[in-house]
């Protein structure tokens, strides 16, 4: 994060702000499109106890709009303090994780008791 330009904009947090939070790996992203924008923010993530919910922005009300296109352009997930939700695309992939690790275990055990059926 650069941290030089967030900490220079500490009096977001005395403006009119709302607080934004995005998950860490579209941290990158989500930067580098608000300094393309010219968009002020400040997060400082020392001041979280965790980032489990994502990292906590700082926007001006004003920028509502601009930050709002550019999460939806790039697929960035994000959500309010009141909001919080999570990242549907990597649950989707542990569910199908889950399955294929079911359907090997039950082909395990069905491949056994055929086994078991035709020696005894």
Known sequence: MNTTLSKNNFD???KEHYKLYVLLKDKIIFES???KS???YYADINEQPTIDS???YFLLDSDMQNVDRIV???GIVANTESNLIS???DEKKVMKLYVTIAGAVIGIIILIALIGK???
């Open 12 to 14: 977001i947090k005395l």
């Open 33 to 35: 499109e608000l300094e």
């Open 38 to 40: 010219g968009i002020k």
């Open 54 to 56: 994502g990292i906590r």
């Open 72 to 74: 939806k352009e790039n």
């Open 87 to 89: 990242d549907f695309r």
């Open 118 to 120: 035709m020696i005894g």
